[in-house]
């Protein structure tokens, strides 16, 4: 596509529900980042992925979090069990090669 | 490590005043810097960059950004704001290893124009 699509745009869920955030990149990008913005917090990183290699896990903040990316293509970022405090946007972001990212609109979720 | 530190959370000026947002940094090895916009209920777009070579960079909506290593800073500038400029501004650090490397945000300056 265009760009950076996600979905959900909104999501509201209750506390200790599962849910699923999916990321489709630019096509072609072999980078693909999530992260998390919380009201008044700014970004933080989550997880990305390069081509085949290895996800880089290290801003995963709980063992509730996790992310697959399928093909090198669309990726579902996961989290288990949600509490209040996941409540927040959570951002992808793709590029295709260094520095050159692409943001999505986000996915706002709510935990009740 | 890195870390991203964006003085004032709230930035208010006039239309056709400077638009001054300060970012200074801390890393440990020749950084990347960017800032970014996000306008209400939408992602971060890229107004601009500093990789190598000139230290003023020019971006989009007449921003421009001079990096200056000596005072670890890559503040943001405009000649003459406008009520579109009206928005979040994220200043980001990333380091120079790999091919893709992730972003360090600051906390973000909410930028008000008033009339």
């Known amino acids: 596509g265009a760009g950076v699509s996600q979905s959900p745009s909104n999501k509201v869920t209750e506390k200790g529900k599962d849910v699923e955030l999916r990321c489709d990149p630019i096509s072609g990008h072999t980078a693909l980042y999530w992260y998390r913005q919380s009201l008044g917090q700014g970004l933080e990183f989550l997880i990305y992925?390069?081509?085949?290699?290895?996800?880089?896990k290290s801003g995963l903040p709980s063992d509730r979090f996790s992310a697959e990316r399928t093909g090198g293509s669309v990726s579902t970022l996961t989290i288990q069990r949600t509490q209040q405090e996941d409540s927040a946007v959570y951002l992808c972001?793709?590029?295709?090669?260094?520095?050159?990212?692409?943001f999505g609109s986000g996915t706002r979720l709510t935990v009740v | 490590a890195q870390s991203v530190t964006q003085l004032g959370s709230h930035v208010s000026v006039s239309e056709g005043a400077l638009v001054l947002l300060r970012c200074n940094y801390s890393s440990s090895v020749p950084p990347y810097l960017f800032w970014y916009v996000q306008y209400p209920n939408q992602g971060l777009q890229l107004l601009l960059k500093y990789t190598t070579g000139a230290t003023l960079v020019k971006g989009i909506n007449g921003f421009e950004a001079e990096f200056k290593k000596s005072e670890t800073s890559f503040h943001l500038t405009k000649p003459s704001a406008h009520m579109s400029d009206a928005a979040e501004y994220f200043c980001?650090?990333?380091?120079?290893?790999?091919?893709?490397?992730?972003?360090?945000f600051g906390t973000g300056t909410r930028l008000q124009v008033t009339l």
């Open positions: 972001a793709s590029s295709p090669r260094a520095y050159g990212y692409t």
């Open positions: 992925f390069q081509g085949n290699s290895a996800p880089d």
């Open positions: 980001a650090v990333s380091d120079r290893t790999g091919t893709a490397s992730k972003l360090t």
